[in-house]
């Protein structure tokens, strides 16, 4: 069954003293330290889908609260109703309950912004309040722009896995240099090398070396960090594991995570549950039937979670954690990475088969590079760890009671 959600139209302009003049500087000016920097209205979203340009004061003195987009000229609906652990895609606009039903939500309800790195599909209500876990996909980033409060007391999780990637993680040809690397075949049917991690806030570790005992061969860079984006944005992927000759039995590259995006023009409170936007880790190189010493997958990146408010509290964690690498085969296939966790402990490598080389652990905590897998096995040797993705809080106000991994920068 469907349900449209009907809008009711509250705009965002009776909101212009929320964030006051103090909000949205130039996020790219911005360090990556754990501090809080003041904040002025002068370059807040450049870029919106509603014709305003500035996204500043406009004709009636109404102030936008986001950076991202003009919430002047934005009507609210009154909220979404998330009674039930849910997934919501971002291209379809479905909510599809753990129950089976499917709500779509209406385009009053949710809209496409421009963003200042890219396209970030929202929805636009008077406040929310999260009780459920809401697991996020699609090719768009997810967010919430609200001139009320918002309040998480479940999981938003963007985090890619087997399943499916995170809303807005990248593709490969998106990322650039930010994308782990795939070595080229064994030519004389040797063991193969593993995929490189994926990178983002940190870089990828480096694809595991291989076949020790015939003729050598090396594995390739991570993928290379790169600064802070402007707006919400996706993680990229690892590189795929190497393969023996022309057998393509190299372990796949997990997926970067996706991105989250929470605004509101009075206080966000991220009160349990947390946000999680973690990389997927690479998959084992294939040993299976007549296949051998496959490499493995690199591990995706973590992807973002950005929040401004007036007043942001985080009582639940906050996790864009690098997957893991896949283990190498011999001739039996290596085992899968860990996916990015929620939390500040990092995805565990996927073991190596026999004499093949274990997978590197993902990006966590402090740690914002993704590991490289140690040594040089006599077989396939596994995937490099996914780096750290980004964690931003614009706001005046800060409380932080729980875990940021990587640390949070403003």
Known sequence: MRIVFVALGLVGCGFSGAAGSDMGDDLGDETTDDTTDDMSTDEAGDETTDGTGDGGVGPDACTSWSTQ??????SFSATIDVDEDATY???????TLIGGEVRLIAGSAQRDIAGLAGVVNVWTVESLDLLKNLRVVGSKPFGV???????IAAIIDATS?????????????ACGTAAGRTPGPHANGGGAAGGSGGAFQGAGGDGGDADANEEPVDGPLGGAAIAQPDGPLGGCPGGTGGAQGNQMNGGRAGAGGGAVYLASGTAIDIASGGI??????GEGGDGTSNLFDGGGGGGGSGGMIFLEAPTVAVHGPLAANGGAGGGGADSNSGAKGEDGKHGDNPANGGPGSGSSGDGATGSAGSILDGASPMGRPNSGGGGGGGGAGFIIIKTLNRTVESVLSPPGSS
Do not use: W
């Open 69 to 74: 987009t003009d919430t002047c000229a934005i």
């Open 161 to 173: 896995k087997a399943s499916g990637a995170g809303a807005g993680a990248r593709r490969f040809d």
């Open 89 to 95: 895609n971002t291209d379809t606009h479905e909510l």
């Open 145 to 151: 722009i609200a001139p009320g409060p918002i309040r």
């Open 276 to 281: 999680t936007a973690g990389g997927r880790g």
